[in-house]
């Protein structure tokens, strides 16, 4: 039987992308106490209602670009996995494949504890938007176990583009986006063999990156954040910098520079600002050069990230940046030096539970059908700050633990 499709819209150039690589963003959450599963599908329910374009998918139209549709087709629910061997590592044997659905969630259920892991497909949703995804779900899954009711759930429109709410913004693309930045770099140097590995045959649905993680204990995270109070930093340009001087002591190449890219959530630097959901992916990108020698501090270098970012964004190049982006970006630019990217995913916004159910933790993973792609991400969860680097490229592991050292030593000789 063939069921009618109804198109909500095309895909903007922003959000093909993700369709071309099939990527989908998953927040996995760890939580002890009691938990209903029949209550979290009638939350979820409530949730698909509330966002009727989570229900749909991605079509293929008649240009060959990607189309978001529906069909008179129930979405699956939620699903229930019995098998807790993968439960540490947020992957499971659920298939994601964004011609059948762009959202779904699993939930392993134990005794006094269970997880839980929302994915949305990336040209739906960037991080920001699923953690607010994250934060009604449980609102409403809390509203259940509490009330018996999930609350109302009047239909929301589908979230912007980029393009779109930078063309309502009056923000146009223009003749620099910020990759300019490494240009002195392009073909300078004797570069080493690429850190990943040669690209392998995509597969024909999106598959788990490996992620290595780590976090900062409460007292090491309240002391960096002193720290970087004293100097006159946030803590972003302080932990890229740790990133940056990390990467440096590790590839041994100390007069080859380190290009650096870093995703910018535009919600809050755009006038007027925008909602939490009310894009899919209103980011930014930006970039810096890293030229570390030995006597290069964290400081130093953090102070330097800050400034370049400010200049670039008081020029409106960062707000623009994603206009320029092409898919083959995602191979990296010829000539220069392996890219470090990252991503800061903020602070876990505290979720409304049960009296009787915690979040314990969190972690995030990236599902795609390439096998080149290396981010760090940073989050902050409760009061310890996390650091993941999802990545083909070997020994992950050495990277994440020896930012969170550098990080780890300054705290700790600040607190002296």
């Not at 699923?130 to 449980?138: I, K, N, P, T, V």
């Not at 979230?159 to 930078?166: F, G, N, V, W, Y």
């Not at 992916?281 to 964290?298: F, V």
């Not at 020029?315 to 083959?328: A, N, R």
């Amino acid at each position: 039987m063939v069921f009618p499709t109804s198109v909500i819209r095309k895909l903007a150039p922003s959000e093909e992308w993700y369709a071309q690589s099939k990527t989908f963003g998953a927040i996995t959450l760890h939580l002890s106490g009691s938990f209903d599963t029949d209550a979290m599908s009638v939350a979820f329910d409530a949730l698909l209602q509330s966002h009727p374009v989570l229900a749909g998918h991605l079509e293929k139209g008649s240009d060959g670009s990607h189309q978001i549709v529906t069909t008179d087709l129930l979405h699956p629910g939620i699903r229930i996995v019995e098998d807790h061997s993968s439960a540490t590592s947020g992957t499971s044997s659920i298939e994601l494949d964004p011609s059948v659905s762009l959202v779904n969630l699993t939930v392993r259920p134990a005794d006094g504890e269970a997880d839980l892991t929302l994915y949305v497909h990336h040209s739906l949703a960037d991080g920001y938007h699923l953690a607010e995804l994250l934060l009604e779900l449980f609102s409403r899954y809390t509203d259940v176990v509490c009330t018996g009711s999930a609350g109302p759930a009047n239909a929301q429109p589908a979230p912007e583009s980029l393009e779109a709410l930078l063309e309502r913004r009056g923000i146009r693309k223009h003749h620099r986006s910020g990759l300019e930045r490494f240009m002195p770099a392009m073909f300078a140097y004797e570069l080493p063999p690429p850190r990943s590995p040669e690209r392998v045959s995509n597969p024909a649905k999106p598959v788990a990156v490996p992620t290595a993680r780590g976090r900062l204990t409460e007292r090491e995270t309240t002391a960096l954040v002193e720290f970087g109070q004293a100097h006159r930093l946030f803590l972003n340009p302080l932990v890229s910098a740790a990133i940056l001087l990390a990467e440096w002591r590790l590839r041994k190449i100390p007069d080859i520079p380190i290009p650096y890219v870093y995703v910018v959530d535009l919600r809050s630097l755009l006038e007027p600002p925008v909602p939490p959901m009310g894009a899919t992916n209103p980011l930014g990108m930006a970039t810096y050069l890293a030229e570390i020698r030995p006597q290069t501090n964290l400081v130093d270098l953090a102070h330097d990230v800050a400034e370049t970012f400010r200049a670039d964004l008081s020029d409106g190049v960062i707000q623009q940046s994603m206009l320029h982006f092409k898919p083959q970006y995602d191979e990296g630019q010829r000539g220069l030096p392996d890219v470090v990217s990252s991503t800061n995913l903020g602070r876990t916004p505290d979720l409304r539970t049960p009296p009787n159910l915690d979040v314990d933790d969190w972690q995030t993973e990236i599902y795609r059908s390439s096998s080149i792609f290396d981010m760090y991400s940073v989050g902050m969860f409760g009061d310890r700050l996390a650091i993941e680097r999802h990545t083909y490229a070997p020994e992950p592991q050495r990277s994440v633990d020896l930012v969170l050292s550098i990080l780890r030593a300054t705290a700790l000789e600040f607190q002296r």
